[in-house]
């Protein structure tokens, strides 16, 4: 009677622990320990593609500002480049509820921003700031690193099982490719006589991704080259060709491009636009029901083409503008 006593035991044990959730902390041969996981993924762009993993990536690494249910800041994980497809960071922290903020550029190879130190256990998330270096007076003539960006407000992990959480990256960086081109005749000017500029101010960005009060920067190309393209029966003529970038395009705010040349040791303005307006202006018809933010945060390359003509003055103006094959007329008839 006690043996069949031990053996009903022993069974009824056995059923109950099946039915039980098995804890994180039991590891068995047939039961792996919890897991919780991040991943990221960058399809927030024109090609509507995860652009995130493999070698020709723009992502170099990746930063997991970790913050607790109020804000406190905890500590971050990091993990360089390149990332394999379906590549997870493991989340060490655990089962919690969390504020996660991921910047992926801020420690690559051009040593772009700056980001204060965080304290464990001090900080909050309201002091995660990324600044964009700069010269003094704001003059931005470097090629800064590709900066991209993701929040997620409230994240929890539960007890028990594998969990993974997924974070959009949102691209920070934009970069214009800038070609002046005479019609029918070589660039009248060279290209250290040739002064091209963005001006806004950018470079100072939240935790959220929203601008910061900040300085007026001034963006200037860091590459110049020249080039000879045909021209018809013409020939071949010579075209400038420029690259500067910028960080985040705002659709409320009024960034203005100018460009100009020095000559006879005067300066004659080709341009000056709000660049906004006409990046917005030469949306492809595709993407009109589009938001004029998300068109801006999902585009990150600009190549701009002007067109100059003599006017009246004897100067040369901008007459024609070409960004991404789509054309507008600039210059008024009494300027010509």
Request: charged share 25%; glycine share 6%.
């Amino acid at each position: 009677m006690k043996k069949k006593s031990v053996l009903w035991m022993t069974y009824l044990a056995g059923i109950l622990s099946a039915l039980l959730p098995a804890s994180c902390d039991t590891i068995t041969e047939d039961l792996q320990p919890c897991e919780y996981y991040v991943n990221f993924r960058y399809d927030y762009n024109m090609k509507f593609a995860d652009a995130f993993p493999g070698e020709n990536s723009q992502v170099e690494n990746i930063t997991l500002f970790i913050f607790d249910a109020n804000g406190v800041y905890m500590g971050k994980l990091e993990k360089n480049g390149p990332f394999a497809e379906g590549y997870l960071m493991p989340f060490t922290p655990g089962a919690g509820t969390y504020k996660l903020v991921a910047w992926a550029g801020l420690s690559a190879s051009l040593d772009s921003y700056e980001v204060p130190v965080l304290e464990e256990g001090v900080s909050r998330i309201e002091d995660l700031t990324v600044k964009l270096k700069r010269a003094a007076g704001g003059l931005m003539g470097n090629e800064a690193n590709h900066l991209f960006h993701s929040l997620a407000e409230e994240v929890t992990f539960p007890e028990g099982g594998h969990h993974t959480h997924e974070m959009s990256l949102v691209k920070d960086t934009n970069k214009f490719r800038i070609i002046l081109q005479m019609m029918g005749q070589d660039f009248p000017a060279e290209l250290d006589d040739v002064n091209i500029s963005i001006t806004d101010e950018n470079g100072f960005l939240n935790y959220d991704n929203t601008l910061l009060t900040d300085e007026t920067l001034t963006y200037r190309p860091y590459v110049k080259s020249d080039h000879y393209v045909s021209n018809g029966s013409n020939g071949q003529i010579k075209v400038l060709a420029f690259e500067l970038n910028t960080l985040r395009l705002m659709a409320t705010r009024h960034p203005h491009l100018t460009i100009s040349y020095a000559s006879g040791g005067s300066t004659v303005t080709i341009a000056d636009i709000d660049l906004i307006e006409y990046l917005l202006l030469m949306r492809m018809d595709e993407y009109s029901d589009m938001g004029n933010q998300e068109y801006l945060d999902r585009e990150d390359e600009f190549p701009m083409i002007f067109f100059l003509a003599e006017n009246a003055k004897g100067d040369y103006v901008a007459v024609r503008l070409e960004i991404n094959a789509w054309a507008v007329r600039l210059t008024q008839k009494e300027d010509l």
